[in-house]
């Protein structure tokens, strides 16, 4: 370990200092969290809103979709307004309103231009003013401002029910008939969309800034950028130049370039342990990874075409089955699944061989045990979706059985409590091969490192119960992105980077020690850039300055590992020359390229783009935001997934032959599919919405007026030839591991059947 010991120190010393940040400012997150007044009170007396309202609203909104179906301060989906954005300036609007007809007698837009801005000077005056007090526990509005939110709330009430007028506009949103049937919970989901645009006008004790940080971009109010959002933007600018300067120097001095390469084995290493029990048995692991690949790109599609026929499919109405919220939950779940699944089917066929080439004591068993616990947790959680967004389960079992409203851990707690046993029950059945493995002599820091991260990813899922139904929105979030963020753009990252270099060290491509420095080298990177980075997520979500500052410092470091990831990518690739037996593996070793390239471009440079806090002001919840989501998750980690699929099929059925034809279909058009989808759809339709942000507002870039402009619906049509290429190649790729498995090799159904 000495020839290690500073790189153990470094990261030790960068997982010590970031996580000590994101607990000392996730304190702050608690401490200065917007406050959710007892009651909303007119200054004539009458209680408009009480806390339990804007409460019994939040789970009224987790109950039909939440995420899924529009956003909350910026996140969520986009087909639907940003319900902060709009209800704010439909309020905005109605207080102008009601203020002309009142003081001069006429409608607002007939007012002259100085009588305009003297209402838009009271208006603001009144909305920026916190009226908050903490020893009655009540903010005060005035009248006219009481009359405004019962007219917004009245609109919202018919737009969730079904009323005829507003049909329409339920298309446009791509929202079912009757979203929310209960007449007392529409009322109850205003209270709560009212708050949050409270939240975001109102400005802070003592501060020129709301609590959202001036968040969205509002001119009626003057919600604009605030300085420290300029300063700390142009400062993760400057640090990007920076770190990505350094890394080319310390990359040209500290490199061993000539470094003797080991001389490659006559044959596969690999191929030297004879298969185990629970190597055999992870075939079925394998079809299910393909499966829900094949359901969610085809659920994909499904959800995309709403987008322009927001209750049809194709002139079939279907909304009503199954809407845009359910289908889009479905999508994003399964992509979860199948890629999670990809990972622990890499971890599980790794652990015999770390054990010396056999199982554990009843390691096959365990690994049976597994797949059908995570085939129940699928199930369950989709079907407890439909469920709740369907209105079916009784609202106090939503949060448990049916839909958390919150993407990316959408499922119900029940579920997430069933997932999150399972991922700690992998880890026991990968530790179980993995100390026998470090007993044993010779350099063991990088299965040390793979070690760390296996259990990193098995315990820090459960970060997601650290948050609960009526959690204040400001908290969930900050325990939401532990899970989105930390434990699958972190340790997921760390997994896979020393898995891989675990891997070609075994097969005797590359040196131990080379694979252990640049694993621990990587692992010290991403950490020190995506530990506190967590934090850009939450520049708008109720939090203050320095949460921001954290953020935008550290996640512009997060893209500097990023930038050589082209030499990675050269070098994985390289390795296909380095033996004749390394042909056989062509086909992964592309996907491990394709991972390169899509972290570099989807991670990196379309992360940046939406990282800097000016930029993510005016596009946060635009459609920049899929174009960094679908070319770094499926770009990233679903070609990484794909990868390991690939490889664990090539050695547990190794009398399989690769098709050229089937892979070279699976692999391109993935690619070009993933490419056409940003480059035709999702991209100009972001920077439209971007442009319209900027110059008039985020509620402009969201509305519905917006939206269904002709470019706009042209543009989405345009995605269904990416859409179509990458279905193509989806069934392809997911054909080859299915012929794998069945097929021609002769390795047919029997064999999981015998390994059973």
């Not at 029910?161 to 929310?180: F, I, V």
């Not at 990484?640 to 089937?662: K, N, W």
């Amino acid at each position: 370990m000495s020839e290690y010991r500073k790189l153990w120190w470094l990261l030790i010393a960068v997982l010590g200092v970031t996580f000590c940040l994101l607990g000392f400012f996730g304190r702050e997150v608690y401490r200065q969290a917007p406050p959710i007044p007892e009651r909303y009170v007119a200054t004539t007396g009458e209680t408009i809103f009480t806390q339990e309202n804007i409460l019994d609203g939040q789970t009224a909104w987790q109950s039909v979709g939440g995420m899924q179906l529009g956003s909350i301060w910026g996140h969520g989906a986009y087909q639907a307004p940003d319900w902060t954005a709009d209800w704010l300036h439909r309020e905005l609007e109605r207080w102008l309103e009601l203020a002309a007809q009142e003081v001069y007698g006429a409608a607002y837009t007939d007012l002259d231009d100085e009588r305009q801005n003297i209402l838009r000077h009271r208006l603001k005056s009144e909305y920026r003013t916190n009226t908050y007090s903490t020893d009655s526990g009540a903010a005060t509005v005035s009248p006219r401002r009481a009359q405004a939110m019962a007219d917004i709330a009245d609109y919202y009430s018919r737009l969730f029910g079904d009323a005829a007028e507003l049909q329409g506009t339920r298309e446009s949103y791509a929202m079912k008939e009757n979203t929310l049937p209960d007449a007392q919970r529409r009322e109850k989901l205003a209270a709560f969309f009212f708050w949050t645009a409270w939240a975001a006008a109102t400005q802070r004790p003592d501060s020129d800034v709301t609590y959202t940080n001036n968040w969205p971009h509002e001119p009626l109010i003057d919600n604009r950028p605030t300085a420290e959002n300029i300063m700390w933007s142009i400062v993760s600018v400057a640090l990007l130049i920076a770190g990505v300067g350094l890394l080319i120097w310390g990359w040209a001095f500290l490199h061993k370039h000539d470094v003797a390469e080991p001389v490659a084995p006559q044959s596969d290493p690999l191929t030297r342990f004879a298969l185990t029990p629970s190597q055999q048995a992870l075939g079925k692991y394998l079809f299910l990874i393909v499966a829900l690949f094949a359901f969610q790109v085809l659920i994909g599609g499904f959800t995309a075409h709403y987008t322009v026929e927001g209750q049809h499919f194709y002139g079939l109405d279907v909304s009503q089955w199954f809407p845009y919220s359910l289908v889009r939950t479905w999508h994003i779940q399964s992509a979860l699944f199948w890629i999670a699944t990809g990972f622990l089917a890499a971890g599980l066929f790794l652990a015999p061989i770390i054990n010396g080439g056999k199982d554990p004591k009843y390691q096959k068993l365990g690994v049976d045990i597994l797949f059908w616990a995570l085939v129940a947790v699928v199930v369950g959680s989709f079907v407890g979706n439909w469920l709740a967004i369907a209105q079916i389960l009784p609202p106090e079992l939503n949060f448990w059985l049916g839909h958390q409203g919150y993407e990316y851990v959408d499922l119900g707690r029940l579920w997430q409590i069933g997932k999150f046993l399972g991922v700690a029950f992998w880890l026991v059945l990968m530790l179980r091969g993995i100390v026998n493995g470090l007993r044993r002599p010779g350099d063991k820091n990088l299965l040390a490192l793979l070690t760390a991260s296996v259990i990193a990813i098995g315990l820090f899922y459960g970060s997601a119960f650290f948050y609960g139904e009526r959690t204040h929105l400001s908290i969930m979030e900050y325990w939401r992105w532990w899970v989105v963020h930390l434990w699958v753009e972190g340790f997921f990252e760390v997994f896979a980077t020393t898995a891989l270099a675990f891997i070609f060290s075994t097969m005797g491509l590359v040196s131990r020690p080379m694979a252990t420095t640049a694993s621990l080298a990587s692992a010290s990177l991403f950490m020190l850039g995506g530990v506190p980075g967590t934090f850009h997520h939450l520049y708008f979500a109720g939090t203050t300055t320095p949460v921001m500052a954290v953020g935008a410092t550290f996640s512009a470091l997060e893209v500097v590992p990023l930038i050589v990831l082209g030499y990675e990518a050269w070098e994985n690739w390289r390795l296909k020359a380095r033996a004749p037996w390394m042909e056989n593996l062509k086909w992964p070793l592309l996907c491990f390229v394709a991972v390169a390239f899509w972290n570099m471009l989807g991670a990196g440079v379309f992360g940046f783009l939406i990282n800097p806090p000016i930029s993510l002001y005016y596009i946060q919840g635009l459609n920049t935001t899929p174009v960094h989501a679908h070319s770094a998750l499926f770009g990233v980690y679903g070609f990484l997934a794909l990868g390991f699929t690939l490889l664990v099929l090539r050695y547990i059925r190794p009398h399989m032959v690769f098709s050229d034809r089937l892979m070279k279909a699976g692999f391109w058009w993935l690619n070009a599919g993933l490419a056409l989808m940003v480059v035709v759809s999702l991209a100009p339709i972001g920077l439209l919405q971007f442009h319209a942000s900027a110059s008039q507002g985020l509620w402009y870039a969201r509305s519905e007026i917006f939206m269904q402009q002709d470019i706009m619906e042209t543009l989405r049509w345009a995605r269904t030839l990416g859409d179509i290429i990458f279905i193509v190649g989806a069934f392809a790729m997911g054909w080859q591991v299915v012929r794998g498995l069945f097929g021609e090799s002769g390795e047919s159904l029997q064999a999981d059947a015998v390994a059973e």
